[in-house]
């Protein structure tokens, strides 16, 4: 599912930090909201389409399970506008090797779903992607803050439309481990600490991690370093302005370390975690709501989504709260999905003009997992008060947030398996003793991705 997320982050990194004082992430309230509602009908057109009857479009993503069917909703909707007939083709997690394979082959997907905005780069650099239209261009302009517009632009151009965002500083957690223990949502890095000892002490592994997926523990890293470095340090360290030998990232290591080598506070260890894949994370701790293998998942708002598919109901089995904060204040960072065109066809602009409207994000969002940054889309949309918490605080936000630093470096380092930052963190997952060796590989990798 989801599963993804990952979005790098654009050349120009938005200022500030996401208040936490403004996620209203408490579920009391929700009901039997679960994240997960049924789609109905559509709201009524706010953008006008063309007639594209006859005319065959291809959509890439990576998205798979109940992500792909959300995905896929959209798209029916498109074409019951326009007559195209789209079909979608999941890319595999490598998305750059999979269009590059496409793009030599002579026969390209027309829209592509990026979440690096180094991949976007490096497209659009390539000339692979394509600069939107006029009309693509109004409805950013109209329904998007500056920020998010400049995150999908490139070199004084616009290429991508940031359909499906995400809020990745969250901690979900089953809240029968929380009561059988003992535990509170804890506030602090220090107090999260001691809430897994205590779930740990009562019977239940406290903490789920899907380090089989690299992607996972680069988001760990990030939410850590962001709350002790701060915004500035990580601007430097995501343009790589500063060495991965820095003092500031060895704070960040030795701390994750806390976690990730404690006796007892990772669900089976630090073997199971590097085997566990993240979908498989989220089902640790909400596959038996009851009896859970873990008491806590940490991931984006699509964990929604993925709660709903291990069966769990969010607001009463499962619960969320704010990443803690490790230094003076709180994380929050940002990811998302970016469309691109790859072909310069009426068709993929077309595609484009409508994910960029609230008329697409409202099919997705009444789905449950997931979350917009279009502003024009109604809050009410969203299924539970979770997640209707997250989206007011992401708009509300405007420019002031993170984005997800792995999603900014160059694919090669931030963004592929089994190497650069994703195989370092692995590694040091294995051995969180080696925070010296851990940041010696991490510096090569991004001196080789970065040649700066």
Known sequence: MRTRLHAKRAARRAAGLLSVAALTLTAAGCGSDDGAGSVGSPPPATVELPSLKGQKLQVTAVWTGSEQENFTKVLNEFEKRTGADVAFVPSGDDMSAFVGSKIAGGDPPDVAMLQQVGVLREFADKG?????????????????????????????KQYGVYFKVSNKSLIWYN???????????????????????LISDSGTDPVSVGGADGWTLTDWFENVYLSLAGPEKYDQLAQHKIKWTDPSVTEALTTLAELWGGKGLLAGGKDGALRTAFPDSVTKAFGNAAEPEAGMVFEGDFVAGNIADAGADLGTQAKVFPFPAVGDKAP??????VAVALKNSKAAQALLTFLASPDAAHIWAQAG????????????????????GIAKALIAA????????????????????AQGEWKALQDFLKNPKDVAGTQRQLEADAAKAYQN
């Open 128 to 156: 692979w992607a394509k600069p939107v239209g006029a009309d693509t261009r109004a409805q950013l302009a109209k329904n998007f803050s500056r920020g998010w517009q400049d995150l999908g632009a490139h070199k004084g």
């Open 175 to 197: 809240a029968s481990a929380f009561e059988y223990a003992g535990a509170k949502e804890p506030k602090t890095w220090r107090d999260f600490l001691t809430q897994a000892q």
């Open 332 to 337: 929050v960072v940002t990811g998302g999905d």
């Open 369 to 388: 997992g997931f979350v917009s940054a279009n502003r024009s889309l109604d809050v009410d949309t969203y299924p539970n008060a979770p997640l209707r």
């Open 398 to 417: 405007g420019d002031d947030f993170r984005f997800d630093m792995s999603d900014q470096a160059p694919a090669s380092f931030g963004g592929k398996p």
